[in-house]
């Protein structure tokens, strides 16, 4: 078998890339008492090198956290949260931690024993299927790892085959779970609540509960080990799907499949069939209550299934007199309410894009409802198509204030970074009463799909952050910072944080800004396509358009808005036509009767009539506002001064 060593996880590059960090060369003393030897991995959160304890020379691994967090004191917390974590543990199936400082240079960083060997995905992606009987086995030492983690109040929420180190030991394995970072603790020391509407974990491996962003306990792990045993098994997973909403959905809604349907030899094997179907119910509350009870299935100790009596077995315990009556188990609202739950939106992870125009209310104030409705159309045409341009949606629109969703955080935030440079350079040739000061924040979270509700759940977040954002920054919590691309945005964090339900701080980030006339370069910005003079003649058509589906007020309420407003711009229309056809009749009228000079009468008609023009163009402009965004009561507020806007 071919060694490698590792002491935390394996990089994850598929899923977000490494920022810049400070390399340690071989031969560098850290905190004068461990010499670093070689890399082993990076990842997005930090590094970790193998190194020598050099007072008693011992090899262990140090895990250093990346300087784009460790400059921010809440990721500094969760870092030394990993240390205390994993200390409350006392298994040889978890990684045993040494030492936990802080170098001279700054340096945050753990101390961990070096194991040798390979993770179980390396194993697995070598060889595919693995034999039953070593299935089992791996099983029974993940288990005891499991089981004195629950003990000590940890759930670790992560786990994976990533995160499964196979230690040779002579003729067998040890089976060591890594990798505590995100682990939560129930004890003293541990971490507040998960915030609701955030998916903690890797898709591929995380519980219904986790899927949709809810509350999670010991029985996720339960079910990310009936999964790793799945793919163990068979080779695959059982939700093949490379689409993470789809994935998620599938985590959450879908059942687990027996494993024997796709390999049917595993009929052979009934106690590892069980193990998988008790582990991975979706209900929690009629999944395996503890790894005990899973351990007590492998190993085929009576009452370690609960499962249900067949036929004949009931029939039996009915005619024995000394069997107390069965009592009907007790179904949990989860349980009651799946037929409803089956008809409801699935969950989505999306990322959140928050956009307000800044000072809007004395921008507002005092000014024509048109001149309003111009600038938030103005807005539109900046903003709008660089959403569509980085394959978003703009899922809400409230006046001065715009959210968008996205599948890809790095698209989210590329998208904001044109944002703000397409503002910018407006701003350089708009007059100074009509140039537009934005402020952008990004939130990741859990939404039901096609929804989004403005001050709850993952948009409260993202507007709570937004308020905070200076205005032309771009500011970002802490889930897009873990799962966006960082080599290609660069991020530092900022000592602001929000402040989530249960007390816990999510901590906040702002994308660096470059020297120049555009603040963010402008590479992104050149990437929204230019609207020609074509799109410029249909854009009305196109967004009246899209704005039914976009925009959150409802289909109904958004056919009627359209509806309504096109027949006024007909209206419109055709008035200001016959405005300009009498006009013409005037100026001739006024000629012949003042005998080849316009005829007083006829320049207060004119007069008159260039009034009405005006009154109908601002009218046009109102009505254009309404046909392509979603209008409210805050339509008449922004023209007498208010907050609102059309």
């Known amino acids: 078998m071919a060694e490698k060593t590792l002491s935390l996880s394996q990089p994850e590059a598929d899923r977000v890339a490494a920022p810049a960090r400070t390399a340690l060369s071989p031969g560098a003393l850290l905190d004068g008492r461990y010499r670093i030897l070689r890399l082993i991995a990076e990842g997005g ?82 060889e595919g299927a693995l034999p039953p009987a070593l299935v089992a086995e791996l099983l029974r030492q993940l288990l005891r790892g499991l089981t004195a983690a629950h003990a000590a109040g940890v759930v670790h929420r992560d786990l994976k085959p990533d995160n499964l180190w196979l230690v040779p030991e002579g003729n067998k394995e040890r089976l060591t779970i890594l990798d505590f970072g995100i682990a939560k603790s129930d004890g003293p020391t541990g971490s507040p609540k998960t915030q609701a509407g955030l998916v903690v974990g890797t898709p591929e491996f995380l519980s219904p509960e986790q899927a949709v962003g809810g509350e999670v306990d010991h029985r996720a792990d339960l079910y990310s080990a009936g999964l790793i045993a799945w793919v163990l098994l068979t080779g695959r997973h059982p939700f093949p799907s490379a689409d993470t909403r789809a994935l998620l959905k599938a ?35 009629g999944r395996a209550q503890s790894a005990e009870e899973l351990l007590a299935i492998l190993d085929g100790r009576e009452g370690g299934g609960r499962r249900e009596p067949r036929d004949a077995d009931a029939s039996a315990a009915s005619a024995s007199p000394a069997a107390p009556p069965r009592k ?48 938030l159309l103005e807005h539109d045409r900046l903003v709008v198509p660089a959403v569509r341009a980085f394959e978003g949606r703009r899922a809400h629109v409230a006046g001065p204030a715009l959210t968008a969703t996205f599948v890809s955080p790095t698209n989210a935030v590329l998208c904001a970074m044109a944002v703000q440079d397409r503002v910018a350079a407006w701003n350089a040739s708009a007059p100074p009463e009509d140039r537009l000061a934005l402020r952008l ?49 660069p991020v530092e964090p900022v000592a602001e944080a929000v402040e989530l339900a249960g007390g816990e701080r999510l901590s906040l980030y702002r994308v660096r800004p470059v020297a120049g006339e555009l603040p963010y370069g402008g590479r992104e910005a050149a990437r929204v396509p230019r609207a020609g003079r074509a799109s410029r003649l249909v854009e ?23 509806t309504g407003a096109t027949a006024s711009l007909l ?11 009498v006009g013409g009749a005037v100026v001739v009228a006024g000629r012949v009767t003042g005998r080849g000079r316009e005829a ?33 009561p805050a339509a008449t507020a922004a023209g007498r001064g208010g907050s609102g806007a059309p």
């Open 441 to 489: 924040a990004l939130h990741a979270g859990e939404l039901p799909e096609g929804k989004l509700t403005p001050g709850r759940g993952p948009s409260a977040v993202a507007e709570t952050a937004r308020a905070r954002t200076p205005p032309g920054a771009i500011w970002l919590t802490r889930t897009v910072a873990l799962t966006m691309n960082q080599t290609e945005v």
């Open 45 to 126: 959160m930090g590094t970790v090198y193998e190194a020598e304890a050099v007072r008693i020379g011992r090899p262990v691994a140090v895990k250093i956290l990346s300087p784009v967090f460790a400059a921010s004191p809440l990721e500094v917390e969760r870092f030394r949260r990993e240390a205390r974590v994993a200390v409350q543990i006392s298994s040889p199936h978890v990684v045993e931690m040494l030492d936990f400082g802080q170098a001279p240079g700054g340096e945050l960083f753990l101390v961990m024993e070096l194991l040798k060997g390979e993770s179980l995905r390396d194993r697995q992606e070598r």
């Open 600 to 632: 007083p009468w006829a320049g207060r008609a004119l007069g008159r009539l260039q009034a009405a023009r005006g009154w109908l163009s601002a009218r046009r402009t109102l009505g254009r506002a309404a046909l392509e965004r979603p209008m409210g």
């Open 571 to 581: 209206a419109l229309g055709v008035a200001e036509a016959g405005v300009l056809a």
């Open 328 to 375: 009907k188990p007790r179904r949990s609202l989860t349980s009651l309410l799946r037929p409803v739950v089956a008809g409801l939106p699935r969950g989505r992870a999306l990322t959140l894009l928050a956009v307000e125009i800044d000072g809007w209310p004395l921008k507002g104030a005092g000014r024509p409802p048109e001149v309003a409705a111009r600038l």
């Open 540 to 562: 009305p058509v196109t967004d009246s358009i899209a704005s039914i589906e976009d925009g959150g007020e409802g289909r109904a309420r958004a056919v009627a808005r359209v």
């Open 251 to 285: 985590q959450a809604f879908d059942p687990v499949p027996s494993p024997e349907r796709v390999v049917p030899q595993l009929g052979r094997h009934p106690a590892l069939l069980r193990f998988v179907a008790r582990a991975t119910v979706k209900d929690r509350a």
